[in-house]
Structures are given as C-alpha cells and as structure tokens.
C-alpha cells in the first residue's frame, strides 16, 4: 500500500479513535464500558452477515454502472469484486471521493482514462445519497425537525440530476473553463467526465442502479437493529427497525453532506444523539450502540478494502504503464 494511503488511514483511524472518546467522555464512559459488557456478542455474525450484503449488492451496482459505460472490457469478474472492494479503502476520505482510485486501477487494467470513469464514482454516490433519502423517508414520522433537511437535501438531489442532463447548460459551461486560465488543460477532460456522467444518469441506469441502493443500505440498517437488540432495547421490532432504518440513513446522510473523512464527528454523534431521542436509549448505550455499528461497517470496510488493494497489486504487479490517455477533440469556443 502506498505511504501516503498508509498516512491518510492512520490519520483517519486517530480522528475517529478521538470521537470515540470524545463521545464516551461526553456519555459517561463508564456507561458506554458497561454497554459493551453486556452486549450479546452472538448477534454479531448477523451484523457481519448484513454488512456483507450491503457490499455484495453494492459490488453488483458499480459492476453494472462498469459494463453499461462500455467500460469492462478485459474486466473479469474478479477484477470487478478487487477494483470495487479495493475503493472501500479510501470511505475514510471527504464524501467517498478517493474512491476514484477505482478509475487509477480500472486503468491499470484496460486503458481506461481516468477522467471517463471516474463519473461512475460519483453515480454511486448519487445513487447511494438517493436510498438514503428513500430509508430516511420511512421514519420521518418518527421526528417531524428533520422534514425541512430531508426537503432540502432531496430538493438539492433532483436540482442537481436536471442541471447534470441540461447538456446546453453543461457545454456552455465547459467552455467558459476552457477560457479561463489552465482551462485548456482541464476542459477536455471535464467534457470526457460529463459525457460519462451524463450516460450514466440516464433513468434507465439511474432507477435500478437506486433500487439495488436502497436493498443493500437497508442491510446495513438491519445490521444496526440487530446491533440495539444485542444492546437489550426492548422496543416493538418493527419501530425498533424503523428507528434503526432513519437513525442510521440520516446521521449517513448527514456525515455524507459534513464532506468530514468517513464523516468523523457526524455521523456518530448524529447517531448517538437521535438514538437517545428516538429509541428511546439512555447515552451510554446510544454511544456503545453507534461505535459497534461504525466498527461494523466504516472499519470493517476500510480493513477488507485494505486487503483487496494488496491482492490487485500482487494480482497485476507485472501489468506495464498503460499508454497516456488521448486528448480529446478542442471544442469549440
């Protein structure tokens, strides 16, 4: 793994160590210690298990997102699982976006400019922001403040897809780069991306490419409700996963739009601060329940990315530098 990579995860990992006693203090981390004592550990193979499928599922996305951009070719099945497995790595960056080292590998391997596939990462993330959206819908009932955020943020969503499929408002502004200074160089492959993106959002891609979001991101808030069972929560199963469903969608959500690594801070005191509202739970058992369920997920992801990568490199160690990307036609001003 590259030294830089190294340095930005153990960075990552000291920020989030940081929250986790920033909130166990904030907790009473005696109360948070005796959660994790009384914690029914057999539950976590099914948390494990959930937290798999929503990878599996999200592996079958950005595998579809790949050959419907005509973009896996000398791709095989394996190589897909690796490159996509292999972007967990970078979740502890702002938003997700060094999962573009998807398009640096992706290139080792068929030639693929980086500029024309690194829009599938942001598909993801449209995609994945757009379940969020939807699982957070199912328990807005349960706090009506949060109505006027989850307006504004699938307000911002919809906005941002239709100004993306305006291709007169695109171009236009694709050429006012070109004239800016350094805008030459930038352009072409600003247009390489849209193009891309543009085929990608397409609402015969974009609508089944959301539907496989919202199964595989509701596994991970299957996960979550398994995690507040261990816990003793003694709520009604089906509030307690409505609870778990919202809790978990909106404080994703929110450490998502924070553009924090990974979310840090955000998405953990979201989730402890909603559990305590909503669940309802006492703060001890709010914090332990949010540091499983991160540990569970965001770590769990970041260590099988971390495995994945060195398995692609030991993979394609003897693959030669692939041929500079061609430059795209100049526009015209």
Partial sequence: MPTH???NILM???IALAVAIGLGLLSDIRAVSASFGTFAWAVLPAVI????????LRWLKWDFFL????MGGGVSWWDSVLLFTSGM????TPAKVGEVLKSALLRRIN?????????????????????MLLLMAAGLTLYAPARPAFAILLAATIAGLLVIQHQPLMDRSIRLIAHAPLGERIAPRLMTAYVSMRRLIHWRILLPATAISVVSWFGECLAFFFVLQGLGVTEEPLRLLTVATFVFAASTLLGLVSFLPGGLGVSEASSAGLLVLLAPMAAGPATAATLIIRFCTLWFGVTLGALALALFQ????????VAEE???EPMVP
Avoid at 67 to 70: H, I, M, Y
Wanted: glycine fraction near 8%; charged fraction near 20%.
């Fill in 67 to 70: 050959r419907s951009a005509g």
């Fill in 49 to 56: 298990g959930f937290t798999l499928a929503n990878y599996a």
């Fill in 89 to 92: 790595v970078m979740a502890v």
């Fill in 314 to 321: 030991r993979r394609h160690r003897k693959t030669t530098a």
């Fill in 12 to 14: 990552s990992a000291l």
């Fill in 111 to 131: 030639g693929t400019p980086v500029a024309a596939s690194a829009p599938i990462v942001l598909a993801e993330r449209i995609t994945d922001g757009l379940a």
């Fill in 5 to 7: 990579l190294r340095r």
């Fill in 326 to 328: 061609p430059t795209p």
